[in-house]
């Protein structure tokens, strides 16, 4: 179930959502494919989805999912309520 934007880029966004079948608040990044430069669609996302869900580290946020639909990705990530590391390392 995805509620409210939380984080917004030049071709993504980030919604809080909820995962019924497991039972927790998630984050859900959206990747808008036809916003995305070609370079980053052949050569970063790909990458970063091979290598991202090998993760476990207890500061490292855990990818649980990732779907495709058309032209749009979604990540299914850990939600972490303090926002988002740049705000973070900000203040």
Known sequence: ???ETIGRGSYSKVKEGY???NRREVAVKIID???A???F???FLPRELEIWPKI???NVITMYNCVRNDNK???IL???SGGDMLTYIQK
Request: aromatic letters at 8%.
């Open 56 to 58: 476990n580290h207890p």
């Open 1 to 3: 179930v995805l509620k």
């Open 19 to 21: 995962d019924l079948l």
């Open 78 to 80: 850990e939600y972490a």
């Open 37 to 39: 430069p070609k370079d």
């Open 33 to 35: 494919c036809t916003k």
């Open 41 to 43: 669609l052949e050569k």
């Open 73 to 75: 990705i979604y990540m």
